[in-house]
């Protein structure tokens, strides 16, 4: 169990049987009544970041999570299969669960598995990662790095804006998080 006195960033709790993690969290003591923490918080499952306010000393159970180093291997549609490298076990977990990172997903990568009480929750994609375009617009003469921006379609599948000098085979630099354009590599 821990406290509201224990709160860091990036700490996973359990509340309502699902798990948060806190993404921001401030201690208020107002001249009257009790003093009280706001915070957001992230649904580990699903993504959703909710505010929800706690009294202060108020206890609650710890979410240990654990983190697996995996090969993504393919998806049929529904599922996305990984490999552990360890013991070749093969998992998967249905796209509604993995979300919107599945776009970057590309096949033979390693990305880390959460678990938590053995149950495969999610996916963590690392920060940046190199990948080609597959298909754009051509640019045209006189484009240059800064000002206009136009679409352009992944090996992975994921559509982003890139600057206008960027051509298809070319490889660049991807911020999954932001899924905006880093550079060109």
């Known amino acids: 169990m821990i406290s ?76 996305y299969y990984f490999m552990n490298k360890d013991n070749y076990e093969q998992l998967s977990l249905p796209r509604e669960q993995i979300g919107e990172v599945g776009e970057f997903l590309k096949e033979g990568e390693d990305v880390e598995i959460t678990f938590w009480k053995e149950t495969m929750i999610g996916v963590e994609l690392p920060n940046f990662l190199n990948l080609k375009v597959i298909q754009t617009v051509p640019g045209v003469k006189g484009n240059t790095v800064s000002g206009a921006s136009k679409p352009a379609t992944l090996e992975t599948g994921a559509v982003i804006q890139v600057p206008l000098f960027i051509k298809e085979g070319d490889i660049i630099k991807v911020d999954t998080r932001e899924k905006r354009y880093i550079e060109r590599v």
């Open 4 to 79: 509201t006195s224990d709160f860091k960033k990036g700490l996973t709790i359990e509340l309502d049987g699902e798990i948060y993690t806190i993404v921001d969290f401030l201690h208020v003591k107002p001249g009257k009544g009790g003093a009280f923490v706001r915070t957001k918080l992230k649904d580990v499952k699903t993504g959703l970041v909710i505010d929800k306010t706690f009294r202060a000393g108020e206890k609650m159970e710890q979410a240990v999570i654990e983190r697996k180093t995996m090969q993504y291997l393919y998806n049929d549609g529904e599922n």
